[in-house]
């Protein structure tokens, strides 16, 4: 059975930092990449971060709004991947989706559970 458990959202003042993880089961993880999404409240769901260990370097890639500030990376012993958010804004208050996806396909095969991150000002 297929799991994503994502976790270690909260509560937290702007300029301050959160890890959130996403512990993966079920899959092989060097064959997908694990990607880090969020949805702020009347918003659309939006991509914020991923990596690929597909080719083995640990490729990854960031949300210009995120550039600078958040940094993804993952225990592939573990088969989890953390984002470290930090500089964090209210803008950035929303909630956090970790997703898996094949790679070489277009969209995510896998969904974990949301964690709430929530920026005060």
């Known amino acids: 059975e297929v799991q994503l458990q994502a976790s270690g959202g909260g509560l937290v003042q702007a300029g301050g930092s959160l890890r959130l993880a996403c512990a993966t089961s079920?899959?092989?993880?060097?064959?997908?990449?694990i990607g880090w999404f969020r949805q702020a409240p009347g918003k659309e769901r939006e991509g914020v971060s991923c990596i690929s260990r597909g080719d083995g370097y640990g490729n990854t890639d960031y949300a210009d709004s995120v550039k600078g500030r958040f940094t993804i990376s993952s225990d592939n012993a573990k088969g989890t991947v953390y984002l470290q958010m930090s500089s964090l804004k209210p803008e950035d208050t929303a909630v956090y989706y970790c997703?898996?996806?094949?790679?070489?396909?277009?969209?995510?095969?896998?969904w974990g559970q949301g964690t709430q991150v929530t920026v005060s000002s």
């Open positions: 997703a898996a996806q094949r790679i070489g396909t277009q969209k995510p095969d896998y």
């Open positions: 079920g899959f092989i993880f060097d064959d997908y990449a």
